[in-house]
């Protein structure tokens, strides 16, 4: 919501500046987004007369003339159709910076002759969209004046984001309403016109859907001129960021946003018969004012005449009824529509508009016959002509609510003590109606009030937000108790285990396109109204949001990519804790030992999984690994780490190269992801641990060397091994691996240490030989033969 201070100002008497009126918004909580004025990036421009003009000796389209902005005559080169001698403009001066397209004016040579600064357009000085030739001001504006002055731009304007439960605000009076009530102003009160009707409404005006259109309420204006509307209601919309059009356009604009009331002007001689709010028929299309045709449905409501629709009922008019330049006579139509239902029609065409905006919110339905009235007498003023009787079908939901207010609950809920008097004046001052016990009547604009706590809300952010005490929330005695779920603490060990060890954390969107949520198999969730086509299926995986980002980053020249992410995978069944991790790129620089650079293979990705899942608490050294790590994985260069057979903790491995080409990503990506949902919870232990006790006597180390078949993974051997002989083997280690000269074909040689801990005494050689028989007993079983 954008407004100058001088329209405010048309509504509240006051003499606070822009800033302390940005001041007062911000602490009763409508925030200010920014406030800019106009006339300081028109400071350079002054305005001048044109002396004389001579053709360009170098161009046909050029002129150079000879211009004076107060200091004497400057030459200046032009190329505008309407440059002649007499002309007076604006003239930006040498080091003035054109608004348009922020080029700093300067000295320089046009086709040979020099120019100093340059006559500018209302396009180049952003003032409308003209810019066929320089902007012509009367013959007696003051030459040598600084534009902006003169042209009373000198007007700051203040925006304002309205949150979607104050659809009061969503006008400038609304807003002048609650600086009053915080003190910085009065209201001024609202002068109503009372028009004469000069005949009957020659249309029929009617309401066959009184769910979707419970009111609407229109008269026939004959005689219009529909030219350009004022200077001053041009200016206001322009500060608005509304593009003028027509007078009569400008006019409904123009109350849409002075009161928050949209309406709509049609062209009479455009409509056939009756006019009448209906429900659509399913299939049936209307071209709206932005051009594109939509295809309604039996749940949306339209306004339509006998030959078929014309509007999409309180989001946009239709190209073919509006209002033009030929318009003498004209429809104004002012309805109250269901917020629940335009909010739905909005959504299924993809459609907004400031129309739609402000009556989903909810409209004040009491407004209907004082907007038509202010309507009517701004046509009258500035187009002319004489208007009918007011039609009125359909009634407008205008029963307020009411409530009993407790005043000592702004304390208890609202944490500041206000004065019951002052509460009152508060609330009256916004519309409320205050009863001596305390009975709240609402006012029909504020639909957002439903409860004493909103009242209590109301008189707390008129006090100011700001002055809200701080009060720590009380602290039982002794340490406090922990906060975070078990959940959240796995998330936080694994977070810092995967920034400490150099990856670096991405946060993306849970949504994908599809396209990139088919690659990992589809989405099972699909928003029926995504923002956008690239936001539609909830993930099902991390891997592709940290894929994409990957591509940003190489595609910008990073030579070595390492992302991790930890948040949530949208399943069929419920959302799941996960953490992934993608490498791509150079795993090191090249150097003067290898000559070049090193690349991530699938053990970078498994290292990083085990890491991570040991900072998570869990024992890694029993974990399995399986294949089937998912389709999108190369096969032969992925696996699962599992905590039994079904278990599954993680997914590590090569990317498939049909899913990174999905993702254009060239080369070898390393992928993984960690199911933290996965990982058991822990048992309970007590509060106390055990004491640590080193063991007296020291470890001894005991190498073998088996051969076994080329397909048996490692892992299974070394698990086999640590777990025959619990009470004495601490940790078995894989050191080497070896196929060829001397190893049979189909088999490898493993070599494995094996660390042995005594406990009371020395082991006797009896005792090793013993051990090494379990140790061989085990492998064996495991189809590995000791290696002689």
């Given at each position: ?7 405010l ?39 001048a ?13 050029l ?14 080169v ?83 984001s ?52 419970p ?49 709509h ?36 409501t ?11 009922a ?24 269901t ?5 739905k ?22 407004f ?28 407008p939901p205008?029963?307020?609510k009411t ?43 504020r ?67 599809e ?18 086509e ?16 990957t ?208 406990e ?13 028989d ?5 492998a ?7 290696r002689?």
């Open positions: 919501m954008k407004f100058s201070l001088s329209w100002k048309s509504h509240l008497d006051t003499d606070a500046d822009i800033h302390a009126v940005s001041d007062c918004l911000n602490r009763i909580g409508l925030e200010v987004e920014g406030i800019e004025n106009p006339a300081e990036k028109l400071s350079a421009f002054r305005i007369k044109v002396l004389s003009a001579a053709p360009h000796p170098q161009a046909d389209k002129q150079v003339l000879s211009v004076d902005a107060g200091s004497g005559p400057m030459q200046v032009c190329g505008a159709p309407n440059a002649r001698a007499g002309l007076v403009g604006v003239f930006g001066m040498p080091g003035a910076v054109v608004p348009a397209n922020g080029m700093v004016l300067k000295v320089a040579a046009i086709r040979g002759v020099e120019s100093n600064g340059m006559m500018c357009s209302v396009a180049e000085l952003e003032l409308g969209d003209d810019h066929d030739g320089i902007i012509e001001l009367p013959a007696d504006a003051p030459v040598g004046q600084v534009y902006a002055d003169w042209a009373g731009l000198d007007d700051p304007v203040i925006e304002v309205v949150t979607p439960n104050r659809q009061d605000c969503m006008g400038v009076r609304g807003i002048a309403r609650d600086l009053a009530a915080a003190g910085l102003g009065t209201l001024k009160p609202l002068e109503v016109p009372s028009i004469t009707p000069a005949f009957a409404c020659p249309t029929e005006i009617r309401t066959d859907d009184a769910e979707g259109c009111a609407f309420y229109g008269r026939v204006i004959k005689g219009v001129r529909n030219g350009a509307s004022p200077d001053w209601m041009q200016a206001r919309l322009k500060f608005a960021g509304q593009r003028p059009i027509s007078a009569l356009v400008d006019i409904t604009n123009y109350v849409m946003l002075d009161h928050g009331r949209p309406s002007a049609y062209d009479l001689a455009k409509l056939t018969g009756a006019v009448f709010a209906r429900r659509a028929q399913d299939g049936e299309t209307v071209t709206a004012l932005n051009g594109k045709d939509y295809v309604l449905n039996a749940e949306m339209v306004i339509a005449d006998e030959a078929g629709v014309h509007d999409i309180g989001i946009m008019g239709g190209e073919h009824s509006g209002c033009s330049e030929t318009t003498t006579d004209m429809l104004l139509e002012v309805a109250y529509f917020p629940e239902r335009i909010a029609t909005g959504q299924a065409l993809a459609l907004t508009s400031d129309a739609r905006s402000r009556f989903e919110r909810g409209v004040d339905p009491a209907l016959d004082d907007a038509v009235e202010i309507i009517t007498r701004l046509v009258l003023d500035i187009c002319g002509g004489e208007a009918s009787d007011i039609v009125r079908a359909g009634q205008v029963d307020r409530l009993a207010y407790d005043t000592s609950r702004c304390a208890t809920l609202g944490g500041i003590d206000v004065p019951a008097e002052q509460q009152k004046a508060i609330l009256e001052s916004l519309g409320f109606e205050v009863a001596a016990d305390w009975t709240v009547t609402v006012p029909t604009w639909r957002d009030i439903d409860g004493p706590a909103d009242l209590v809300e109301e008189v707390v952010r008129i006090v100011g937000l700001d002055n809200i005490a701080s009060v720590p929330l009380p602290r039982a005695d002794g340490v406090a108790k922990p906060t975070a779920t078990a959940q959240q603490g796995i998330e936080r060990k694994v977070r810092r285990a995967a920034a400490a060890r150099g990856l670096n954390e991405a946060i993306n969107w849970s949504f994908l396109p396209k990139e949520a088919a690659a990992f198999g589809g989405g099972t969730w699909s928003l029926a109204n995504p923002i956008s690239d936001m539609k299926v909830m993930r099902p995986s991390l891997l592709p949001g940290l894929l994409s980002a591509r940003r980053n190489m595609d910008r020249g990073a030579s070595s990519v390492r992302l991790f992410e930890i948040g949530r995978r949208y399943l069929s069944d419920s959302e799941r804790l996960t953490a992934g991790i993608v490498l791509a790129g150079d795993k090191s620089q090249r150097s003067w030992a290898s000559g070049k650079a090193a690349k991530f293979d699938a053990y970078d990705a498994k290292a990083e999984v085990i890491a991570l899942l040991a900072a998570a608490g869990v024992a890694t050294d029993g974990l399995m690994v399986m294949g089937e790590a998912g389709d999108h994985y190369h096969p032969g260069q992925s696996a699962t780490l599992r905590m039994g057979p079904k278990n599954i903790l993680a997914a590590f491995g090569a990317l498939h190269p049909a899913t990174a080409k999905a993702f254009d990503l060239d080369g070898t990506v390393i992928a993984a992801e960690i199911f933290l949902d996965a990982i058991p919870a822990k048992k309970g232990a007590g509060f106390m641990r055990p004491a640590y006790s080193p063991p007296a006597l020291q470890a001894v180390t005991r190498d073998f060397a088996f051969l076994v078949p080329e397909q048996l993974a490692s892992g299974d051997l070394v698990r086999a091994v640590k777990g025959c002989d619990k009470d004495n083997i601490v940790a078995v280690r894989l050191f080497d691996r070896f196929a060829g000269q001397g190893v049979p074909e189909g088999q490898v040689s493993l070599a494995i240490e094996v660390t042995l801990q005594p009371e005494k020395s082991y006797t050689d009896e005792d090793l030989k013993a051990i090494s379990r140790v061989v007993a085990a064996a079983k495991q189809g590995a033969s000791l002689g």
